[in-house]
């Protein structure tokens, strides 16, 4: 059998085919009021990443949901990027997952069994290694392969972190390098190296466990996590819902070099990137000077992206070093957030 590329049927891969922030909150914005009881601790108010539900005093549930169509050929690569991207959204909320669940959507007419099994497969091997079991879910025929994981999680309380939380002064960190999106631009065009592929499948399955660790760490007040919005897109939803200005040196982004090649030398980039900055562009400032590849990189739709820490400037030492023990790789301070009208200024 000729091997199958799973990116033909995909109009766009991983979390760029996430609808665009405009759109999404014009959509948001013509939804009914829903029931809003005080055990609801996080809601849609703020476009976080998860849903989080008060027990007790002690505990709280965290709930999501995240499937994309394919970002890469690999089956099984497939099903690992989509799950690890999926349990992201709890550990942003601070949160333990517990629990997961399949969101299946497969062109049953197109793709052997064997290659959507190898797709599940995946997915069971990352909810494996985060320590939760794999316990159902729900599969549909349809035109683009579809996978993704229904995430739930515990959380006390008193240690949800939001992107409402930041306060003016805390310094911005971020637990992986930018670039991915442009990587899956550069695999559809065939440009992408056997290093990069390698180096996109690395980060793109790393599991943001760090994330409740960090969540103990009193001097970590807000996080999230960076995926199709881009990193500009995902820090102007703290500056928005923290009320809050912010700079970042464009200069400490950790940036993965192939990427960097393919962006500044070829131009390569999705066109979610685009898309993201016609939706939010007015509210982030580039030099006048600075190349347009700098403007792709900042907006390049990151699936399965680290996290954006916002911490008091005394715990950036604790939280480099948690990301460190709990992860294994480095993480970086990228910016600051500042008083001021909600916004990112890029220096």
């Keep these: 059998m000729d091997r199958i590329k799973l990116t033909q049927f995909s109009h766009g891969g991983g979390c760029g ?29 703020h476009a976080d990443d998860a849903a989080v539900y008060r027990l007790n005093d002690r505990q709280a549930v965290v709930a999501t949901t995240d499937f994309f169509t394919p970002i890469v ?49 995946g997915g069971a091997t990352v909810c494996r290694e985060a320590g939760i079991p794999l316990a159902g879910g729900h599969s549909i025929d349809v035109l683009e392969p579809i996978y993704g994981l229904v995430g739930l999680g515990v959380v006390d309380p008193a240690r949800v972190k939001t992107n409402a939380g930041a306060l003016a002064g805390d310094v911005l960190v971020l637990t992986k390098p930018l670039g991915v999106g442009i990587l899956s631009a550069g695999l559809k065009k065939d440009l992408l190296s056997g290093a990069g592929y390698a180096e996109m499948v690395r980060w793109t399955t790393t599991l943001n466990r760090a994330g409740e660790r960090l969540a103990e760490l009193d001097g970590v007040h807000a996080i999230t996590d960076v995926t199709g919005f881009g990193l500009a897109g995902h820090l102007l939803e703290v500056c928005r819902a923290s009320q809050l200005g912010a700079e970042l040196a464009f200069a400490d982004l950790p940036l993965i070099d192939e990427a960097l090649a393919l962006v500044r030398d070829q131009g390569i980039a999705t066109g979610a990137s685009g898309r993201n900055w016609a939706s939010y562009g007015e509210a982030v400032q580039l030099p006048a000077d600075a190349p347009e590849w700098q403007r792709k990189l900042v907006t390049d739709p990151q699936t399965s992206g680290g996290l954006l820490v916002a911490c008091a400037p005394n715990a950036v030492d604790a939280v480099l070093a948690a990301v460190r023990e709990v992860q294994g790789s480095e993480a970086y301070v990228i910016g600051r957030l500042l008083a001021g009208a909600a916004g990112v200024r890029v220096l």
């Design 73 to 121: 050929d690999d089956p099984y690569d497939f099903g690992r990027i989509a799950a690890t991207n999926a349990l992201s959204d709890v550990y942003a909320m601070g949160a333990r997952p517990i629990l997961a669940l399949a969101v299946v959507g497969m062109p049953i007419d197109k793709l052997p069994a064997e290659v959507i099994g190898r797709i599940l497969e």
């Design 17 to 45: 085919c996430k609808i665009s922030p405009a759109v999404l909150t014009d959509l948001l914005g013509k939804m009914p009021a829903g029931l809003l009881p005080p055990e609801l601790l996080v809601g849609t108010e």
